[in-house]
């Protein structure tokens, strides 16, 4: 198998706000997220601020996000956020690096770093069922395909065997 990119996660900051908003105005990223629809300024705004503000990690709705960086640039960012069933994980990856493994790296990296912040290895994401690509890059990483709701596909990653 091809070596996959090197990416590097780290918090992410107030100084990735306009890569993000980038990424979350371009119809291309946003095709399977939400209704379908770029993100407006205000929504932009409004999940950069939720994603800065730090809340506790233990309180429901508190989300971390990860800037992943290649040889120091921007690729893509993952996202985390504490759900009553688990934590919620979601990774976007800039399309001019589409088709690298950058998502493959990212999710690697995140699948260390977030069970490490929350202390809890319960995650999951929710894919749109046309979203091939990604329902892959799970299934390929040990998430099992479960029932999901409201048109989207539910991913949980299944314990390691001791
Ligand atoms: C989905 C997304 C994260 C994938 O990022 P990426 O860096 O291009 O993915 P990778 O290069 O790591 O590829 C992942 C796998 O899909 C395969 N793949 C990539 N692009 C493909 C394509 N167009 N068609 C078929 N397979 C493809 C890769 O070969 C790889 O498979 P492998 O593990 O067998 O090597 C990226 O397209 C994205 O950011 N989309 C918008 C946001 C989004 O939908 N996020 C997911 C929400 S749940």
């Known amino acids: 198998m091809p070596q996959l990119p090197s990416v590097t996660l780290q918090p992410f900051q107030e100084s ?29 705004e409004d999940r950069v601020r939720a994603a800065l503000a730090e809340e506790a990690l233990d309180l429901a709705g508190s989300s971390r996000w990860f800037l992943a960086t290649e040889t120091g640039n921007r690729v893509g960012i993952v996202v985390s956020t504490r759900k009553d069933d688990g934590i919620e994980i979601g990774y976007w990856v800039s399309p001019e690096h589409w088709g690298r493994g950058i998502a493959g790296s990212m999710l690697d990296g995140a699948l260390t770093t977030i ?13 749109d069922p046309a979203n091939t690509v990604s329902a892959k890059l799970l299934t390929r990483r040990g998430f099992q395909h479960e029932a999901g709701e409201c048109g989207l596909d539910r991913y949980t990653l299944v314990p390691a065997k001791p």
């Open 16 to 44: 990735d706000a306009a890569f993000f908003a980038g990424m979350a105005s371009d119809e291309r990223v946003t095709r399977f997220i939400g209704d379908g629809r770029p993100w407006d300024r205000q929504t932009i």
């Open 115 to 127: 069970p490490e912040v929350y202390d809890s290895r319960e995650l999951f994401a929710r894919v």
